[in-house]
Nanobody
Framework: QVQLVESGGGLVQAGGSLRLSCAAS????????MGWFRRPPGKEREFVAA???????YYADSVKGRLTISRDNAKNTLYLQMNSLKPEDTAVYYC????????????????WGLGTQVTVSS
């Protein structure tokens, strides 16, 4: 069982930056693939970025070059550095952990956090 708690969301102007964190419980954090998903207002939850247990990294095309995913296995923490933010990045951002399955698919994850709100004003 893994519990995930996101933090770092907030209100920022377009062009600004935020860093999201996801604190994970448990002693097997390093063996999980970790991902960030988001749910924009009125839309379905969508893939943002993922990092495998071996360090492989994946990004949605819409965030490449602006968002950076990283993990610190010693601290059981996942990060998402968000730069050059746009109004269309406004969403609830969720952290997820999984063992098997596609790292870019919602179905590839077994555990989810409750989310943190990111709002980008124009």
């Amino acid at each position: 069982q893994v519990q995930l708690v996101e933090s770092g969301g907030g209100l920022v102007q377009a062009g600004g930056s935020l860093r999201l964190s996801c604190a994970a419980s448990g002693r097997t954090f390093s063996s999980y693939a970790m991902g960030w998903f988001r749910r924009p207002p009125g839309k379905e939850r969508e893939f943002v970025a993922a990092i495998s247990w071996s360090g492989g990294i994946y990004y949605a095309d819409s965030v490449k070059g602006r968002l950076t995913i990283s993990r610190d296995n010693a601290k059981n923490t996942l990060y998402l550095q968000m730069n050059s933010l746009k109004p269309e990045d406004t969403a609830v951002y969720y952290c997820a952990a999984g063992v098997t399955g596609s790292p870019t698919s919602r179905g590839g994850y077994d555990y989810w956090g409750l989310g943190t709100q990111v709002t980008v004003s124009s």
